[in-house]
């Protein structure tokens, strides 16, 4: 079988004193090129972690409906073979330019890229036109399964997710991100105030919102996921509940004013938080779908509520233990105290969850005021 071989187009380069390649691969060629270690086999005796197959339908189908415009960065791989590299030119910097050749009977393993090249797989059999497009694929030379293991964990050690504002703001597919983007720009609350790069805000910054969190709310407020079609008159409901909220929330007013620091809101108030924020997309759904042409008038019942930390009724809500916590259950929790305070009725999910909660529903100390009276 070594006189079959494979041959690519190809750079050269050095790294930690060994040769690398990087060459390009017509996607119709990895399947047959890249073998997954055995899925059975023990992770001490593997060098990639287990295909995690529910990631891979995600990845399908951003190649298969963006087939003129989707992009993959290069996947890595050992060649556990004996590879031959034939430059163009014995000295200068065609040296480093050449023909790489592969035998047929090598071995390819996939060190970074695995779900990559199983989603190319599943998305070739749906267009497989795309097979004559190219994937960059940096070849390292196997010396062994301990090294392809270090390769592995090199690669991964140091990587980073980008945070999720971030690419909700540079995300021009998903009409959700748009909306949220816009959101973020043209409520007053939100306008300026906004947290564009990260998904937390630090001690010192000025900011009191997440675009994360802006969007996680909006679309629950529109009952739409990324890739859900929005209308122009819905972009419009979510950007006026949002700005309605404003003159109900005293804090959200005082801070379009700027007579309080974000620094003490954040620490003082629940309402600031991408909890909470979430938990008012979804009473807004429910609130405009109960009284599509009154919403405003009742959601005007919210400006007694007690929206501090402090308010015994937040916790097992919003707070856990003193805490804030983003967990769906907590989420719930306090849309379903919000809700109460609206006089709106409870989803069989949110009746469950009060059934479950020790804490009963407090009033603001106005409300206790108008009670007693």
């Given at each position: 079988m070594d006189s079959f071989h494979y041959t690519f187009a190809a750079l050269r380069g050095i790294q930690a004193c060994r040769e690398y390649y990087i060459a390009m691969c017509p996607l119709k060629l990895l399947p047959k090129l890249f073998e997954f270690d055995s899925q059975t086999l023990p992770p001490e005796l593997r060098a990639q972690r287990v295909l995690n197959?529910?990631?891979?339908?995600?990845?399908?189908?951003?190649?298969?409906e963006h087939p003129g415009d989707y992009v993959f960065s290069a996947i890595t791989a050992s060649i556990d073979g004996q590879v031959e590299f034939t430059p163009q030119e014995e000295n200068g910097i065609q040296r480093n330019i050449g023909q790489l050749t592969v035998p047929l009977s090598a071995r390819f393993i996939v060190n970074d890229g695995q779900h990559r090249r199983a989603a190319i797989e599943e998305a070739l059999r749906e267009r497989p036109e795309l097979g004559d497009e190219t994937i960059a694929v940096?070849?390292?030379?196997?010396?062994?399964?301990?090294?392809?293991?270090?390769?592995?964990?090199?690669?991964?050690?140091?990587?980073?997710?980008?945070?999720?504002?971030?690419g909700i703001l540079y995300d021009f597919r998903s009409p959700l991100a748009r909306v949220a983007r816009c959101v973020?720009?043209?409520?007053?609350?939100?306008?300026g105030m906004t947290e564009m790069e990260r998904s937390s805000i630090a001690n010192r910054s000025l900011k009191l919102f997440t675009l994360s969190g802006?969007?996680?709310?909006?679309?629950?407020?529109?009952?739409?996921?990324?890739?859900?079609?929005?209308?122009?008159?819905?972009?419009?409901?979510?950007?006026?509940?949002?700005?309605?909220?404003?003159?109900?929330?005293?804090?959200?007013?005082?801070?379009?004013?700027?007579?309080?620091?974000?620094?003490?809101?954040?620490?003082?108030?629940?309402?600031?938080?991408?909890?909470?924020?979430h938990a008012l997309g979804m009473v807004g759904a429910d609130l405009i779908a109960t009284y599509p042409r009154s919403w405003q008038q009742h959601l005007g019942q919210l400006r007694s509520l007690d929206w501090r930390r402090t308010n015994p009724m937040w916790e097992g809500r919003a707070m856990v233990g003193g805490q804030l916590s983003?967990?769906?259950?907590?989420?719930?929790?306090?849309?379903?105290?919000?809700?109460?305070?609206?006089?709106?009725?409870?989803?069989?999910?949110?009746?469950?969850?009060e059934q479950l909660s020790v804490e009963p529903i407090a009033?603001?100390?106005?409300?206790?005021?108008?009670?007693?009276?």
């Open positions: 197959r529910a990631r891979i339908p995600a990845i399908t189908r951003y190649i298969v940096v070849f390292f030379l196997d010396a062994g399964l301990r090294r392809s293991q270090q390769i592995f964990a090199d690669l991964n050690t140091h990587a980073v997710r980008a945070s999720a504002s971030i973020a720009n043209e409520a007053p609350a939100f306008k802006i969007y996680y709310a909006t679309g629950a407020f529109l009952r739409k996921k990324a890739d859900d079609a929005i209308s122009p008159q819905e972009e419009q409901v979510a950007i006026k509940y949002w700005t309605a909220l404003c003159d109900v929330i005293p804090e959200w007013n005082e801070r379009v004013t700027h007579s309080t620091s974000s620094l003490e809101l954040r620490r003082d108030y629940i309402h600031f938080h991408s909890v909470t924020l983003k967990a769906r259950a907590q989420i719930v929790r306090t849309a379903s105290a919000i809700k109460q305070v609206l006089g709106l009725p409870l989803s069989p999910e949110e009746t469950r969850l009033m603001s100390e106005d409300d206790l005021l108008e009670h007693e009276r």
